[in-house]
């Protein structure tokens, strides 16, 4: 089969991203339908969207579980995920961030920037990913649009670059002034397609006033603009096009387009602005890699080799699918692919085209493609799949640390081992979901990233594995730290037991660092008096010694170690003794320090009903919340407070109690912060 290159350049990799309830999956199912995909519009009440196919995404009304689909639209192909909106589920998020090419961002006309909005525009930030933003529900009662674009200036920093202006307001709004070619794009009440009209007479001044600060906006940021605008006092819609699609891929600039996905009102003008904005697999920079210690650059070529990334493992009940970005080169159905960080080659079974959990099998992937394969049997989420020949690593997604752990086990024995498998499953197929024993109590903990993100990975089981289990109470993972350190720690080891003994003497200055900051070793030792060979031995043992502090047994963060000086025995000195000697030294120097407790920390926006503001504050106090500010707005205030995350267990229930069902939160971790004397138990 023959390969084009700029077959990529009508390839655009989106995804979807927002705060929760934002109307994410309702633009997506909008887009489907305008597309032709669908020939329904599924609706997230009903329970029949594409996108949330899974049980308990239609039970609860959210998205848990990132989602593919393919579509068409004016001759470019769209690979388009739907991510999760909700807190607990951003390592979803962040694992679809590192495959795609561009994004939209989806706003509340009436909330504006949300919590959960900032934390993926930052995750998006971190990856380089162009994004268009959607401000959604501009039929809502006091839908704002200029109040939710100062929102996105404010808080997230960007230039918004505004191309619409709304025709009506809240219940009246039906439809948009496209500003780029001064024209209005009028939808009929239960049309399917708009009528391009000339801009209304009463809107027409206001609409030249906005066409005028777009042109000084991108004139400010774009060469090119800016030369016409002072030739001509005016830049025309070719170059404003052209413009806004370079500032848009460089992340200087942000369009910004408004509608309603609910009500079918300016999804085509945003499927238009995806094709003339937001880049191809052409337009990023060549992915790199790495081999032997070198730098391997790919290009978005179907004739290089083959180079590819798994983001998501999903088990079905046809078998194991493997989602797939391909970087570069072209697989085919049967090619031998090479597992570079598992060290073994793979055969690929099948490639299908994904569509939420319907799939159209092809015959070939092309470098820029996003899809499923079957038959890989090793490859985990972040495996780089690459040709045999031409091997290479890539950067994983990042994988968050776990802050909540429950205790699982089931009710029979005799399903102890569909347990273990049950378990193993979901952390294949989730990597923010860890699974381990406790040492000391022997329990099996399920740790993950928020109270309903374990709740759902333990409906799962119940579900998919059948197995009736029990849940103790979710626990924090608590950290500790140093409060005052030590300095001149003298540790000497010394052990004969016949044959070789072990020896080895060293000398410790620990000291605290900023919370948070991981764990630092140095050494001071001069005169040769420790070896470097002991050195990295001893920084070994230290970090050996980090997993159980002497508070509850819980992971130490947040110090230095410096190595001051030591001794050496001619015989009896060697790499195991030094590495004794830092974990156990270490361990009885931690004893000397004066130790912090540290609990994980989160950031709490609550909006309430104004007659209810008094008694969700005070139930804040009593979870030891510190508030940090409030807004009010139509009749509702949203409450931002920073709360330990051990008191937001069952905080759902108690709000909608104390609010009367009307009563919302979310949440997101901020870090850690020291917690009451009292250790918790482990």
Not at 67 to 85: E, F, M, Q
Not at 150 to 174: K, M, W
Not at 609 to 629: E, K, T, Y
């Amino acid at each position: 089969m023959r390969t084009n290159r700029n077959s990529l350049a009508v390839v655009r990799n989106l995804g979807i991203l927002a705060h929760v309830d934002a109307g994410k999956t309702t633009v997506t199912e909008r887009i489907l339908y305008a597309t032709g995909t669908t020939h329904k519009r599924g609706e997230v009440h009903d329970g029949t969207t594409v996108t949330d196919f899974d049980p308990q995404e239609r039970d609860r009304g959210i998205t848990i579980f990132a989602a593919a689909v393919s579509c068409a639209w004016d001759g470019h192909r769209i690979n388009l995920i739907d991510t999760p909106g909700h807190v607990d589920f951003a390592d979803e998020v962040e694992r679809a961030l590192r495959v795609l090419d561009g994004a939209v961002a989806v706003f509340d006309a009436v909330a504006g920037v949300e919590p959960q909005s900032e934390s993926v525009w930052r995750q998006a930030d971190r990856h380089g990913v162009p994004r268009i933003a959607f401000v959604n529900k501009l039929d809502r009662a006091g839908a704002d649009l200029d109040g939710a674009v100062e929102s996105i200036r404010a808080r997230l920093h960007p230039t918004p670059l505004v191309v619409q202006l709304p025709i009506g307001t809240e219940d009246g709004f039906r439809g948009v002034v496209d500003l780029v070619r001064m024209r209005a794009l009028v939808w009929a009440d239960g049309a399917d397609a708009f009528v391009e009209e000339e801009v209304p007479g009463k809107l027409r001044e206001e609409a030249q006033r906005r066409r005028r600060l777009l042109e000084e906006a991108v004139a400010e940021l774009h060469a090119g603009a800016l030369e016409e605008f002072c030739a001509r006092s005016a830049v025309s819609p070719g170059t404003l096009a052209g413009a806004l699609r370079e500032l848009t891929r460089t992340g200087e600039g942000v369009v910004v387009l408004c509608g309603s996905a609910y009500r079918n009102r300016g999804v085509e003008p945003l499927l238009d602005a995806v094709v003339a904005y937001l880049p191809s697999p052409l337009d990023v920079p060549a992915v790199h890699g790495a081999h032997d210690g070198a730098d391997v650059e790919r290009p978005a070529d179907p004739a290089a080799p083959f180079a590819g990334l798994a983001f998501k493992v999903s088990a079905t009940p046809t078998g194991r699918l493997t989602y797939l970005r391909v970087y570069s080169g072209t697989i085919a159905k049967g090619d031998t692919v090479l597992d570079a960080a598992a060290g073994r080659t793979e055969r690929i079974g099948r490639i299908l085209r994904v569509q939420a959990d319907r799939h159209a099998q092809v015959d070939v992937a092309l470098a820029g493609d996003i899809v499923a394969v079957v038959g890989l049997k090793s490859a985990r989420a972040g495996s780089t799949l690459c040709a045999p020949g031409a091997p290479l690593v890539l950067e994983p997604p990042g994988v968050a640390e776990p802050v909540v752990s429950v205790a699982v086990e089931t009710r029979r024995s005799t399903d102890t081992d569909r347990l273990a498998s049950a378990l193993a499953r979901l952390a294949e197929e989730d990597p923010s979901l860890v699974v381990r024993t406790d040492a000391e109590t022997g329990q099996t903990l399920l740790s993950g990233m928020g109270e309903l993100h374990l709740e759902v990975a333990v409906e799962k089981i119940r579900r998919e594995a059948g197995l009736d289990v029990n849940v103790g109470r979710p626990r924090v993972s608590y950290r500790e730290t140093v409060g005052r350190g030590v300095t001149g720690f003298v540790f000497r080891h010394v052990k004969q037991d016949g044959g070789a003994g072990q020896f080895a003497h060293v000398v410790f200055d620990v000291e605290p660092l900023e919370t948070g900051s991981g764990f630092e070793f140095r050494s001071a030792v001069v005169g040769g008096r420790v070896p470097q060979e002991y050195v990295r031995a001893v920084e070994a043992g230290c970090r050996d010694a980090l997993g159980d502090g002497p508070l509850g047994g819980h992971p130490v963060t947040g110090l230095r170690v410096t190595l001051t000086d030591g001794a050496t025995h001619v015989k009896d000195s060697s790499d195991t003794a030094f590495r004794t000697a830092g974990r156990l030294g270490l361990r009885d120097a931690l004893r000397s320090c004066a130790m912090v407790l540290l609990e994980p920390v989160v950031e709490v926006s609550v909006t309430v009903p104004d007659d209810a503001v008094g008694s969700v504050l005070g139930d804040l106090a009593a979870r030891r919340g510190r508030v940090s500010g409030s807004v009010t707005r139509a009749g509702a205030t949203a409450v931002t407070a920073t709360v330990p995350l051990a008191e937001l267990f069952g905080y759902a229930t108690r709000l909608r109690s104390r609010t009367q069902g009307r009563g919302t939160f979310t949440a997101r971790p901020t870090g850690y912060a020291p917690a009451p004397v009292t250790a918790p138990a482990r």
